[in-house]
């Protein structure tokens, strides 16, 4: 019997960076999956980023991640979402190749030093005394390990929705894990049901796009990455297109209702969808007035034809879905490759893990991705990552990688997780980070590759990078202030230092310093903001600061809240249920009140002297 | 939780001076923005000031500071104690400027609890507070949902549910860039709404301050006859010679106003021209004043001669003020009764101003009127309304300073910082707070999906 330091169980965007984490910390790891050709696959949107998201994949990449360096060298387009406003909620999104994405992944991980990758469905967990020490496998094999990490995606007990058919199967045909997320139940998870769709899928020569509007990706280009130059060529991009939705469409949509599997077709989904992504069944019955929604048409790969239908998700049976699309503009003769599906699967209630993503029932069990109810492929690597990382820092007796709302979305979304949970499958929105001032795209590296250097997977080389870049800017910084610039204002001429004119309405520090061959455009950009910005970013500072105060403050891990009497009983229940670590946690609990947190601090002084 | 919070220590309006503590880190700092005379910040602990707390350069109240740094306090933080010179109005006003330079209003046993909390007072006062937190939360939770009248915070909810929209729209542009059917909100698009809602925010304020007599005072007009003895009235209630008083019908042409406090509460007592039929020009601006001096009074004295049968004017004057809250006096007692009073007038106080009889009576009527009593003693009804005010303000320094952004064109998102923080401060009025409430609103109003 082989023995790993690390199994991974799953080959998702979760799986593979907990699993290349780990290899590349130096542990021995396995990464167990269905089906070895489907790692990495991009089941559902052909897009890696989006507002918000593409700051998670830049945070990825400081802290040595593999998405964004994955994406760059993949992508067909690129874009700089939110350009015309601030700085704060600028983002990435690429059109990711569907073939060649999964492609270079799979050549990383095969070429990745101490990993193994395993084709099999794990269908229980080896554990003694609250500890997990390995898998068994459907054929019953057995393989030990000293920490498991589960990033399972939608396969758990899922069930594909098509009309009013209901079939036990994974996405692509692959077979679901049947029996895993019961044996979860009979260690102690709380399991929740969830359910997520996917659009249809069309041949793109049967399209005719006369009749929609072109979308190009920018004129500039980007990369995720902090490391690397942009690779593709910003004049030989993929367009998407644009459409809308027609009456008849409405019309054929509105008729058929009972047909669909969310609306009587199927009687017993229990699954909840997202809020955030609806069906255009949904869309049509909650936006009644609205006569027209908007579809993008999106290509999936360069190496095949198939259009993705973004805004399109529906679980129609198939024959409505054929009148659908056929109802599209530009899609009369349209050619259905694939049909559009929803899927339903289980979940664990996220606030049974901790903010390093272990378990809190078993020990060195981690979980990572959808298994935490979350949806989106960014949102999953970013938990892979940082399981990969609390795994090794496990395996080495070191302090987990928890960071913080004000560090990272990264931290914004586990903390979300764990301390408020989800009903619904959780997407990253700018709206959760009341921080995001501080948590932008240019800056996840300051923010984040020092953590990323300290667990070992940023190199020396690239650390050195940082420091050098930390430095520049201060001086650029210390330079503006004593260098003046002449201007002329109510016609008269007056100097001021160039710090004080970036202050400013429509100054650019680009365009004075364009002579400098000192800094790096990234330095300029970097210390631009800084200073134009300046105010407000400190406010968000404070803010920060206060909620850090409360960070500090330790709840013991043995407190029995029945004790702590006059506490309202929902905000008790919600205690023993999420288990805060501290008080700032404790606070962000839906339903537990301030002046509950003032009686359990009276409680805490009285008994823990603290 | 060591944010700086502040609350009037003193009962109300009853001694001669009220304190109020403030504590925490920013203590020091928050009082020496609101304070005219030494630089606080550059005191020594365990010192005292003299000066004057200001609003803008209008000068408050004449005030001692005392200075005492952490850890020696009540609490062991920063603490700064105002003496000020009593009276629910100054004080309530020197309140709401602390809480509108960033201090809390303290919950009720807060002070203690932080002297607990930092290892101040002993365990064995624990359970002590512990009843205090729990019995006065309730008090305080069922206060911030009365604290303002209904038609105030229908007002409230009104206006943060236009600001949500805009918010939310705002958001879905940031999360959704590319969805063309959503309207996209650029600077000048929002700007007149803006604009809008400033004036009515500015619109409430002025009703929630008007609502409350604490802050503005009870305002008692003093209407009669020519000569009933309305100016005598008014200088017995002043201790002063400030209206003339004379024999002589009609002396008093213009409005005489005088200020006192019953209970704490400031009084501004108005005395009327005598209100008769005239043709005299000069006096007949004064009868019109008078009139509209009525309509603004909460209170009106109608004042009547006991040696003078009831007169034609009498009866118009009284039918004025009927339906109005208003006290009838009998003055001249003294003298001989001719006076028959008409059965629509009721229950009159009689008294001699001359002797100094019965002035007191009408005191006490007043005071039972508008329950001031209860006022001086219960001081949570009024400490909430301050801390609604405070954060009315608030909510407008935060629109001013959205409109100040779009006119410098900021991003959206700059300007969107600061009309969430207005909207969240209206929100801390009626007890509504941020987090999920905005995200719901995103879901609820706009179309989205992939």
């Known amino acids: 019997m082989n023995k790993y330091e690390v199994i991974v169980v799953g080959g998702g965007h979760a799986g593979v960076e907990s699993a290349l984490a780990t290899a590349r910390l130096g542990h021995k790891t396995l990464l167990i999956t269905g089906r070895i050709e489907n790692i990495a696959t991009m089941p559902c949107n052909p897009s890696i980023g989006g507002s918000s998201k593409g700051i998670i994949v830049r945070e990825i990449d400081a802290l040595g991640g593999e998405m964004g360096i994955n994406a760059d060298k993949t992508l067909i387009q690129m874009k700089m979402l939110n350009s015309s406003k601030g700085p704060a909620v600028r983002s990435l999104r690429a059109q990711a190749d569907k073939i060649t994405y999964p492609k270079e992944m799979q050549k990383t991980l095969k070429n990745q030093e101490n990993l193994d990758i395993k084709e099999a469905m794990v269908e229980d967990l080896i554990i003694e005394n609250k500890k997990v020490k390995g898998i068994i496998t459907d054929k019953l094999e057995k393989i030990e390990s000293k920490i498991v990490i589960l990033t399972t995606g939608t396969y758990l007990k899922s069930d594909i929705l098509i009309g009013s058919s209901r079939t036990r199967s994974g996405p692509h045909d692959e077979k679901p894990s049947l029996h895993l997320s019961d044996k979860l139940k009979e260690y102690g998870f709380k399991i929740l049901r969830l359910k997520t769709g996917t659009p249809p899928r069309i041949a793109k020569d049967s399209i005719d796009f006369s009749k929609a ?70 869309k049509l019955v909650k936006f009644k007035d609205k006569d027209r929604h908007q579809l993008f048409l999106e290509p999936e790969s360069l190496y095949y034809d198939d259009i993705y239908i973004q805004g399109f ?28 599906y929803a899927i339903e699967y289980d979940a664990i209630y996220p606030t049974q893990i901790n903010a390093s993503l272990e378990t809190k029932i078993i020990e060195n069990l981690f979980t990572a991705g959808q298994i935490n109810g979350t949806s989106g492929y960014e949102e999953a690597a970013a938990q892979g990552l940082i399981a990969g990382i609390n795994a090794s820092l496990k395996l080495r007796n070191k302090e987990p990688l928890i960071l913080k709302r004000n560090e990272a979305y990264i931290g914004v979304l586990i903390d979300d997780l764990v301390t408020k949970g989800t009903k619904e ?65 109510d016609n008269k001429k007056t100097s001021l230092s160039i710090y004080e004119y970036l202050k400013t309405p429509s100054t650019s520090l680009l365009e004075i310093l364009k002579e400098d061959k000192n800094y790096s455009q990234e330095v300029i950009e970097q210390v631009e903001i800084q200073v134009k910005y300046e105010g407000y970013i400190k406010k968000v500072e404070r803010e920060a600061e206060k909620m850090l105060k409360n960070e500090s403050k330790q709840i013991p891990k043995d407190i029995d809240y029945n004790k702590v009497t006059n506490i309202a009983t929902e905000a008790r229940q919600k205690l023993i249920e999420v288990k805060p670590k501290t008080i700032g946690q404790a606070l962000r609990i839906s339903g537990v009140n301030p002046s509950d947190i003032s009686i359990l601090m009276v409680y805490l002084r009285k008994y823990y002297n603290e | 939780m060591n944010d700086t919070i502040t609350a009037i220590s003193t009962a109300q309006g009853v001694g001669a001076i009220a304190i109020i503590r403030v504590s925490g880190d920013s203590a020091i700092d928050i009082v020496n923005k609101i304070f005219k005379g030494k630089d606080l910040t550059k005191q020594k602990t365990h010192t005292i000031c003299y000066g004057h707390i200001v609003d803008k350069n209008k000068v408050i109240d004449e005030v001692l500071v005392s200075v005492m740094r952490a850890p020696k306090t009540f609490t062991k933080e920063d603490v700064v104690e105002i003496n000020t010179h009593g009276g629910i109005a100054t004080t309530n006003k020197v309140l709401e400027l602390l809480l509108l330079n960033g201090a809390r209003l303290a919950d009720a046993g807060e002070f203690s609890k932080r002297a607990f909390l930092n290892g101040r007072i002993d365990l064995i006062e624990a359970d002590g507070i512990m009843n205090l937190i729990e019995a006065k939360t309730q008090v305080a939770r069922e206060l911030s949902i009365n604290q303002l009248s209904g038609k105030v915070s229908n007002l409230i909810i009104n206006l943060r549910d236009k600001l949500v929209q805009i918010i939310a729209n705002i958001e879905v542009n940031i999360d959704y860039p590319e969805y063309e059917d959503i309207e996209q909100l650029t600077n000048s698009k929002i700007k007149n709404n803006i604009e809008t809602y400033k004036k009515q925010l500015i619109q409430i304020i002025k009703e929630a301050e008007d609502g409350k007599i604490i802050t503005e005072g009870i305002k008692v007009a003093i209407i009669g006859r020519p000569n009933v003895g309305k100016s005598s009235l008014l200088n017995n209630l002043l201790d002063e010679d400030k209206a003339i008083v004379t024999d002589i019908e009609g002396t008093t042409r213009d409005i005489i106003e005088g200020n006192l406090s019953i209970s704490g509460v400031p009084l501004t007592i108005i005395d009327t021209a ?86 007191d009576k009408l005191k006490e009527k007043i005071i039972n009127m508008f329950n001031l009593e209860k006022l001086s003693t219960s001081d949570l009804t009024y400490l909430s309304s301050a801390r609604s005010i405070a954060l009315l303000k608030k909510s407008l320094n935060y629109i ?15 300007v969107e910082i600061e009309l969430k923080n207005s909207w969240e401060a209206l929100g801390e009025i009626i007890g509504q707070t941020y987090s999920e409430e905005l995200i719901d609103e995103l879901f609820s109003r706009f179309c989205l999906g992939k």
């Open chain 2, 400 to 414: 001013e300073n959205a409109i100040e952004n779009i006119n410098n064109n900021s991003p959206i998102d700059i």
């Open chain 1, 313 to 340: 998700s529906t679980s129609m049976p198939k024959d409505i879905q054929e009148q659908m699309v056929k109802s599209l503009p530009g899609l009369e003769n349209a050619k259905i490759l694939r049909y559009a």
């Open chain 2, 274 to 359: 005598g209100i008769r039929k005239t043709d005299n020009v000069v006096e007949k601006i004064g009868v019109d004043k008078s009139k509209k001096q009525i309509e603004k009074s909460d209170l009106v004295i109608y004042m009547l001669n006991n040696n003078e049968k009831i007169a034609k004017e009498d009866i118009e004057l009284y039918n004025l003020i009927k339906n109005k809250k208003h006290i009838v006096v009998i003055n001249k007692i003294d003298l001989e009764k001719k006076l028959i009073l008409p059965k629509e007038i009721k229950n009159p106080i009689t008294l001699s101003i001359l002797n100094n009889m019965g002035v």
């Open chain 1, 425 to 489: 499958p959780y997407r990253m929105l700018t709206s959760r980070a009341e921080y995001r001032l501080l948590l932008r795209h240019d800056n996840a590296d300051l923010r984040l590759r020092e953590y990323g250097y300290k667990v070992g997977l940023i190199s020396e080389e690239k650390y050195q990078k940082l420091i050098q870049k930390k430095e520049d800017i201060k001086k650029l910084i210390n330079e503006i202030k004593t260098k003046k610039i002449s201007i002329t204002k």
């Open chain 1, 213 to 282: 509007k072109v979308e190009e990706g920018d004129k500039k280009s980007y990369t995720f990455s902090h490391d690397i130059k942009a690779i593709y060529d910003i004049n030989n991009q993929v367009p998407c297109h644009l459409i809308y939705t027609t009456l008849k469409t409405h019309e054929i949509i509105l008729n058929n209702l009972n047909k669909s599997a969310m609306y009587g077709g199927i009687e017993d989904i229990i699954g909840i969808g997202p809020r955030y992504c609806p069906s255009i069944e949904d």
